[in-house]
């Protein structure tokens, strides 16, 4: 059974960058969909970004996040990553990283299997 485990978060002030980081373990993810995702308190999940594991294929959420957060990965190191630039106080949630597969669309909760744990990152204006 895959599993995702988050790292990365903390805190951190405005205008600083962070990268998350997402490591599959306990199996394969080749042909998955990884996406993050993020959770504010009382907000609604809110998808960022998704990259296909095996292509180049990537898809941004349109949110306030857009242009300032790139989604990477590298399969020699198994990871995938969420850079985040400019980083403001609004920016501050739980963020997640999930898997699916050969679901249609990627922006969804219920387009992905598989989820991590969260980390957590808090930005301090």
């Known amino acids: 059974q895959v599993q995702l485990v988050e790292s990365g978060g903390g805190l951190v002030q405005a205008g600083d960058s962070l990268r998350l980081s997402c490591l599959p373990s306990?199996?394969?993810?080749?042909?998955?969909?990884l996406g993050w995702f993020r959770q504010a308190p009382g907000k609604e999940r809110e998808f960022l970004g998704a990259?296909?594991?095996?292509?180049?294929?990537?898809?941004y959420g349109g949110s306030a996040a857009k242009g300032r957060f790139t989604i990477s990965r590298d399969n020699a190191q198994n990871m995938v990553y969420l850079q985040m630039n400019s980083l403001r106080p609004e920016d501050t949630a739980a963020y997640y990283c999930?898997?699916?597969?050969?679901?249609?669309?990627?922006?969804?909760?219920?387009?992905?299997?598989?989820w991590g744990q969260g980390t957590q990152v808090i930005v301090s204006s």
């Open positions: 999930a898997a699916g597969y050969g679901h249609t669309g990627w922006s969804d909760g219920d387009d992905y299997d598989l």
């Open positions: 306990g199996g394969t993810v080749y042909g998955y969909v």
């Open positions: 990259i296909k594991w095996s292509g180049e294929e990537t898809s």
